[in-house]
């Protein structure tokens, strides 16, 4: 297919294909179409693959300190041997010459050549495999440190990927819970109509109305001490989605309203198919296309709100890495201006918000029954 | 007729003759050698312009102001009948012209300096001090100055004996009385009404207009706009002369301007809205880097006075077991201790710029600081093998148990906000992770903290600090063990255990004890035997600096408090 569309000559028979397509198909097509959304799909595969195999792509575990290399600078990768010649990629080692700014420069007789699918740091996969092959790094006592180090000297790269693993499936979980949510409680809503609906509409308004940053403050708050770490991101997870699901049911139940009213549902009715049947099985699946769209262009207000709990310093909880925590050392103008690096999660936080949009852009003009192809 | 005009000219010449004497036998004037504080005499005029932090003051009673913002307005407003000298610590009389402290140290006499006008032209004197004491001494007020003026609970006896002269009779010897007897007097001329309806504690307020407040002070209000400006204006009548017999002081006003945020505050005074600047120990690299192209200088000014530290909780009842057993256990906190590294806490949260600090006397108080003291440099390894002969040992499976087999855990808190705390938090997590004991570090809010440490005490272990008085003495809420800040455990009715009751005896003795080489000895004692139970892991402290532009003379930080509030009677401004 991808063959056909770079090739004029084979324009008539693409046509012709495009009459037998399915709705999918024909989403598809005018999605590819769209520049911005298809570089951010690719943008948003490799941070998340990124995150997902965080294990292989880091050098070092997100815990690893090194408390003698506060805020190491980024060791440059070099390919010119100090002899002037071509060689494997290395790393210099680096000297701290100004403990007072923290202020590294290499050391030209110490080099570390960068060695891939290395052994490196000890990780577990899931709780069950150990392993220890990591994708590239180099020889103690010399270290690789891409984006720099934080104050503990833990690498920032590193962290950038382990701190994916939440910052960027807090909106993914998030959405689905969510979304369940509020898609089940929109549908049976709409479906049943009457004082039914009203009441549960009532409720999702008082659900709604609640101020949510500072709910979110207090529900945070109230997590106990000592919580597992993972245990801590789902609760946070759950936490945004309880507050994420009722503007969602309302649309969802209007649409279920007017969807509702439809013969062929009439048609499931008279033949008699259950309530739950008729609403899961005939009514929601219409409301896809509104789902997905919103839905994508859901997760980076889920991005946004952990990495603002994290900034304060009540979600995902130091010294394990999320985007929105490790921004917060960023805070201080004097540690910015001296160590700029702080801020790459920043813009990791960015990237993804914008990759998000731009994607959830194309998928609502690609899902547009309105729209010209 | 001849013997009317007499009597008129005699009645004149003795109402010009008292009016004479009073300006120049009536005045005790206090000289300040300027040339040894500072270097110079100065000009008058001119303005200093200071950063006093985020927040103005509260109040502007000193008797009902409990926080720095407010007290550091009061105590230039108001005066005590003795204040210590700036650099020696040495008591001098301030509003008192001399004072006599009996051979058996239960009476001390003050001879009040004559001639001394309050902001609104009102002689001070005699009953002036009699109503601050009873302000004072009253619980309705509720003076931060009440609990260092009683002695074993009592308070002392005070007596008018004249107009200048008034005596204090103690209930038994009690060297340190004289640290906290300079507390601020306040007219009864003005406030006298008020306390006798016990309305005291309402009056001051900030919505006072500037010109109720009154003290004796150099410095009298000039305006307050809420948490952005104040301003201090001369008192043109103060009673110090420098050498050359100027009064003093030099400089026209104060303006204090707040500033919520330190990032701010420093961006100001680099664009010159400031005359001087403490250095915040994060931003210290940033000022070193703009002081050679800068019209202002870097002056290191001393440790700072207070303390941080980490604390675990020793109180029965509000621990539960087995974690009471571990607290309680001397040995498995002095192992803990070398797990505290405190290298790197100084090298992270004060760029190497600082002190390790091991004993709780005030840094400054080099007289009584003890240095040879039991230490527990950073080695995990010792940390290991003591845990071990201890009997807390590491299991195959990376855990640490006691011999009861309870795996060893417990919550460690700090409020957010302060980097150190968070700092010695995280490295303290890590090192004991490494000895297989689970530290769960968590940042709250501060108000949380404190309620836990003084209300609820339900908690395991918390990171804080404390603010240091320059007297020992003012640590008793913290070291005897009836104390409310002694935060192991607090509010004992006999001590809990053998050292604490040691602790309290010395500190009862050392009350006692008027020569100060005595007290030095017993203080001595004390910091061993601190050191050797390590209720508290001390952890850094920081070198204070401050920055002070070029055209500031005599601006030299003092030694007691490293700061240059006490020398702004003399400092001046060259153009």
Known sequence: ?373 | MRRQIFMWTLLVTLVVGTGFAGAFELLDPREVDVLELGDSIGQYGGALSIHAGASGPKTLNPHRAAETSSTDVTSHIFEGLVALHRDTGEVLPQLAREYEISEDGTEVLFKLRRGVKWHDGVEFTADDVIFTFDVVYDPDVGSNSRAGLLIDGQPMEYEKIDKYTVKFTLPRPHAPIMYSIGTDIVPVHLLGEAHKEGRYHEMWGIDTPVDEIVGTGAWRLGSYRIDQELILVKFDDYYEFDNEGNRLPYVSRIIYRYYPDSDSANLAFFHGEFDYKGIPADAYPEFVDREPVSPWSIVDSGPDPGTSFIVLNQNPGFVPEPKLSWFTDVKFRQALYHAVDKETILDMAMNGRGFIQESPINMRNEFFLKEDLVTYPYDLEVAHEKLEAAGYKLGADGVRRDQDGNAIEFDLITNPGVPIRQIVGELFQEDLGELGIKVNFQMIDFNVVVEKLTDTFEWDGIIIGLTGTFDPNGGSNVWLSSGNLHMWHPFQETPATEWEAKVDELWFAQQRAMVPEDRRDIFFEYQDIVAENVPLFYTVNSMTSIAIRDHLRNARPDIVGGGLGSAWNFIWLDR
């Not at chain 1, 815990?63 to 070099?78: C, F, I, M, Q, S």
């Not at chain 1, 994290?310 to 995902?316: A, F, H, P, Q, R």
């Open chain 1, 1 to 373: 297919m991808a063959k056909n569309t770079t090739n004029p000559l084979q324009g008539t028979a693409y046509e012709n294909e495009g009459a037998i397509r399915s709705p999918w198909k024909m989403a598809w097509r005018k999605l590819r179409r769209h520049k911005l959304a298809i570089i951010g799909m690719w943008v948003l595969i490799v941070l998340h693959l990124f995150a997902i195999f965080a294990d292989f792509f880091a050098p070092y575990s997100e815990l690893t300190t090194d408390r003698r290399r506060t805020y190491h600078a980024p060791t440059r990768v070099h390919i010119i041997s100090p002899e002037g010649k071509l060689t494997r990629p290395f790393v210099y080692g680096y000297n701290r010459v100004d403990s007072l700014r923290n202020r590294y420069e290499p050391d030209k007789s110490k080099v570390y050549p960068i060695r891939f699918f290395t052994r490196g740091d000890e990780y577990n996969v899931l709780g069950l495999v150990k392993g220890n092959i990591r994708l590239f790094g180099v020889d103690a006592p010399g270290k690789i440190y891409l984006f720099g180090a934080d104050m503990y000297g833990r690498d920032i790269f590193s962290r950038l990927a382990y701190g994916g693993r939440r910052s960027l499936f807090i909106g993914i979980i998030g959405i689905a819970v969510s979304l369940s949510i509020g898609m089940v409680y929109g549908g049976v809503s709409g479906y049943f109509g009457g004082w039914v609906d009203n009441l549960m509409m009532r409720i999702a308004e008082i659900v709604i109305s609640i101020p949510s940053f500072y709910l979110l403050l207090a529900l945070s708050a109230v997590l106990p001490l000592g919580l597992r770490s993972d245990i801590r991101f789902l609760m946070i997870v759950f936490i945004l989605a309880f507050i994420g699901w009722a503007g969602l049911a309302r649309v969802i139940r209007g649409m279920v309203l007017s969807i509702s009213k439809m013969e062929y549902v009439a048609g499931a009715e008279a033949i008699g198919c259950s309530q739950p049947r008729i609403i899961i099985r005939h009514i929601l699946p219409n409301t896809t296309s509104y789902v997905i769209v919103n839905a994508t262009l859901s997760i980076p207000g889920f991005i946004l709100s952990e990495s603002g709990l994290s900034l304060i310093g009540v979600g995902i909880q130091h010294p394990v890495a999320s985007w929105g925590n490790m921004l917060s050392e960023a805070l201080k103008i004097s540690s910015l201006s001296r160590y700029p690096w702080l801020l790459v999660p920043g813009f990791m936080i960015f990237i993804t918000v914008l990759s998000f949009n731009f994607f959830g852009d194309g998928i609502r003009d690609a899902l547009d029954p309105r729209a010209q192809i």
